[in-house]
């Protein structure tokens, strides 16, 4: 029987599946995964800075915040060409996705307008396309969404109760509205959070609860391990047990059945066999290259050898009929 697509889950019910015995757990979130996804195959993406540093929220986890002393740099949105440069080396690597991030708490018209032309530009290389850029208005998720974009992702972070505790420059109420507007212009989601930064295990199902009642599932779920950065006020924070973070991505996997549900920042510090303890519990896409937008990760041969260890395989690019995306691969290929 296939797993049914849920947005009522209760607190309760998503605790039960994070009290199963590991086996149990691990074993519910691989026959799910195979219910929807092809159990060998992982999407890969990566993940490019492009405008880097001075952003004026105060996240505790952050280091592009530019109240805290991380030693990041603040620097202007690049250039056309320089993006597209790193986009056609992702590319050649064997990405199929490639990211976008911008540190602005809300980006101006003028902002998106700059972001759109380079979205433009790396879509005509056959990829994929996501963005970051902070807060948007519906108008700009239209102006980002006629230029090709393909992901917006915007995560919540942390459960609402913990949410105060982590940012006091926006309200978690803010994330849903940018998320409604995205929705709203056609646009899928990446939407994910943060766990490490100190929540119990009841918050991390609060989190994961509030994400699969979402109106609509994320179709990717990024799932970070908190990067202990110094200078931020989480620096000093408790290291997260690792089962407990390959439990958390089962049930992500369990409650949001049809996502993607990506390992994102703190891979870098995962050995290989915490990695193939995530694929196995259901996570099937990593960011793959020599940066996650400010923090390490894993270089790209590292993770070509482990996909070959474990008989994995990148996801190809699903191109959509109608879609921006298939008009300039079909033009490209005509030329």
């Not at 891979?267 to 390490?296: H, P, W």
């Not at 994995?312 to 298939?326: C, N, R, S, W, Y």
Request: charged letters at 25%; aromatic letters at 6%.
């Amino acid at each position: 029987m296939t797993a049914a697509i849920r947005h009522d889950w209760s607190r309760e019910e998503v605790e039960h599946l994070f009290a199963l015995p590991f086996n149990d757990l691990l074993f519910q979130a691989q026959t799910v995964h195979r219910q929807y996804h092809d159990a060998n195959a992982v999407q890969v993406s990566t993940l490019l800075s492009i405008k880097t540093g001075g952003c004026p929220e105060d996240c505790a986890y952050c280091p592009q915040a530019a109240r805290y002393a991380t030693g990041v740099k603040a620097e202007k949105l690049m250039s056309v060409e320089a993006v597209v440069a790193r986009a056609q080396a992702a590319k050649d690597a064997g990405a199929s996705r490639f990211c976008m991030g911008a540190a602005w708490r809300s980006p101006k018209d003028r902002d998106v307008a700059k972001v759109a032309e380079i979205v433009s530009a790396v879509k005509a290389l056959g990829l994929q396309t996501c963005a970051t850029l902070g807060m948007l208005s519906r108008p700009q998720a239209d102006t980002l969404k006629s230029a090709g974009l393909d992901f917006y992702n915007h995560n919540i972070d942390t459960a609402p109760e913990l949410y105060g505790d982590i940012i006091h420059t926006r309200e978690m109420q803010d994330r849903f509205d940018t998320l409604d507007h995205v929705r709203g212009a056609g646009l899928k989601t990446c939407c994910g959070g943060i766990v490490g930064m100190g929540e119990s295990r009841s918050q991390r199902c609060a989190l994961l609860m509030t994400l699969a009642n979402l109106p609509e599932h994320p179709e990717s779920v990024p799932i970070n391990r908190l990067v202990r950065v110094p200078g931020t006020p989480l620096e000093h924070a408790e290291d997260l047990d690792p089962f407990e973070f390959v439990r958390s991505i089962a049930v992500a996997r369990i409650i949001m059945p049809a996502s993607v549900v990506r390992l994102s920042a703190g891979r870098e510090t995962m050995d290989d066999a915490l990695q193939a303890l995530c694929f196995a519990a259901g996570a099937n896409s990593i960011f793959y290259g020599e940066k996650l937008l400010v923090t390490g990760n894993p270089e790209a041969e590292r993770d070509r050898r482990l996909f070959a260890r474990l008989g994995l395989k990148p996801m190809d690019v699903e191109v959509e009929p109608g879609t921006v995306h298939a008009d300039i691969l079909e033009h490209v290929h005509a030329a």
